[in-house]
C-alpha cells in the first residue's frame, strides 16, 4: 500500500503564494507519473498538473503561467507552487501517484484564497 500526505494548504489572499507538497511512501520513481488535482465545493475534481517520470510536465489552463510542478525523487516529494492565486482556486487539492496496477491519492491539503 502507498501512502500520499499532502501538506502546506492554507489561506492566503488573492496574488499570494503557495507551495504544496506530496510526500510518497516509496520511491516516487515506480510511478509512472505524479498529479495534482482539486475540488472546488459543488464541483467535480479536476486535473491542476502533472509531472512524468521523465520529467515531462502538464498544466491546466486555468493554472497554466502561475504554477510550477516539480519532484524531488531523493525525498519521494511532488511539489505545486502556485503563483499569483485567486479566488476560483479555492479547492481541496489531492496529490495522485500513477502506476501501472492502480492510481494512489493522497487525503488532500485545503487552500483558500480570500479575495
Known amino acids: 500500500q502507498v501512502q500520499l500526505v499532502e501538506s502546506g494548504g492554507g489561506l492566503v489572499q488573492a496574488g499570494g503564494s503557495l507551495t504544496l507538497s506530496c510526500v510518497a511512501s516509496r520511491s516516487i520513481f515506480s510511478f509512472s507519473a505524479m498529479d495534482w488535482y482539486r475540488q472546488a465545493p459543488g464541483k467535480q475534481r479536476e486535473p491542476v498538473a502533472r509531472?512524468?517520470?521523465?520529467?515531462?510536465?502538464y498544466y491546466a489552463d486555468s493554472v497554466k503561467g502561475r504554477s510550477t510542478i516539480s519532484r524531488d525523487n531523493a525525498k519521494n516529494t511532488v511539489y505545486l507552487q502556485m503563483n499569483s492565486l485567486k479566488p476560483e482556486d479555492t479547492a481541496v487539492y489531492y496529490c495522485?501517484?500513477?502506476?501501472?496496477?492502480?492510481?494512489?491519492w493522497g487525503q488532500g491539503t485545503q487552500v483558500t484564497v480570500s479575495s
Open positions: 495522485k501517484a500513477d502506476s501501472s496496477n492502480r492510481d494512489y
Open positions: 509531472v512524468t517520470i521523465g520529467g515531462s510536465t
